[in-house]
């Protein structure tokens, strides 16, 4: 199931919609790098609320995803982690490493306008 | 209650959602927490991924274990290369093909229970159980 992508302003907002499979992850990963290029975005929200596991390929490929767009000059926000998966993550030593993360949504726009400025 | 068993083959990517919404789904019929039931999803998404990344093709079986101790009962089984040095194997950060290496050491932390058995060139079985806290 292919993430869709909307472009707001100088942002682009991957919003998740449904569990994704690891091809699935490649494919988001793939479309933001190129997106960011294509509508010379400064900014990316990935929205993972609706991800109910996060387990170490998901976890390395949003940190990969946030690496190749910090190359492509943009910035990027993973919002929504739930407080579940949170807790599996720190049970598994999952990290984002420096990636930003906000609660939803609405904070992760304002983290990002912050970083872009 | 009777013991009720979920079989999904493994062979791609949807199949490893296909295994962790099962496994979530019967982990809230036998009443483990959210909590609980994420990092039983997490746990069978590691080890059904290491099938895909490993032995390409086998099967994830998982089932409630009803009574008076109440859990999950998870085999996940290949008849894939097998693995050639356990120990290692469950060692945070050892791979052998292009994943983290948290499959079966991140598995094995998150559930109670965790056996591995297994047979150069003939395949790998995992079970492993959870409790209701």
Redesign the interface.
């Known amino acids: 199931m292919r993430v869709p992508i909307l472009k707001q302003g100088n942002f682009l907002i991957a919003s998740i919609q449904s569990?994704?499979?690891?091809?699935?992850l490649i494919q988001l990963h793939d479309d933001l790098a190129s997106r960011v290029g294509q509508y010379r975005s400064k900014g990316v929200i990935v929205d993972v609320t609706v991800l109910?596991?996060?387990?170490?390929?998901a976890t390395?490929t949003l940190r990969d995803l946030a690496q190749a767009v910090r190359l492509r000059g943009a910035q990027t926000v993973i919002v929504g982690i739930?407080?579940?998966?949170a807790?599996?993550m720190v049970?598994?030593?999952?990290e984002l490493g420096d990636v930003h993360t906000a609660l939803d949504l609405e904070e992760g726009l304002e983290v990002i306008s912050g970083l872009v400025i | 209650m009777a013991i009720e068993t979920r079989h999904i083959p493994i062979r791609?990517?949807?199949d490893?959602?296909e295994a962790?919404?099962a496994t979530?789904a019967l982990a809230t019929r036998v009443g483990f927490s959210?909590?609980d039931?994420?990092?039983l999803?997490?746990a069978v998404?590691?080890i059904a991924?290491n099938i895909v990344e490993y032995a390409r093709t086998g099967e994830v079986l998982v089932s409630s274990i009803e009574g008076t101790r109440p859990g999950v009962e998870i085999i996940a089984l290949d008849d894939g290369p097998g693995i050639a040095d356990i120990p290692k194997a469950l060692e945070?950060g050892y791979t052998t093909a292009r994943?983290?290496g948290?499959?079966l050491p991140?598995a094995r932390?998150?559930m109670d229970e965790f056996d591995i058995a297994t047979r150069i060139g003939r395949g790998t079985t995992v079970k492993m159980r959870k409790w209701v806290t």
Do not use: K, N, W, Y
């Open positions: 569990a994704l499979a690891d091809e699935d109910d596991v996060m387990d170490s390929f390395r739930q407080p579940e998966v807790f599996a049970q598994l030593g999952l | 791609t990517g949807v490893v959602v962790r919404t979530r959210g909590t039931q994420v990092l999803a997490t998404s590691e991924r945070m994943g983290l948290m499959g991140g932390r998150l």
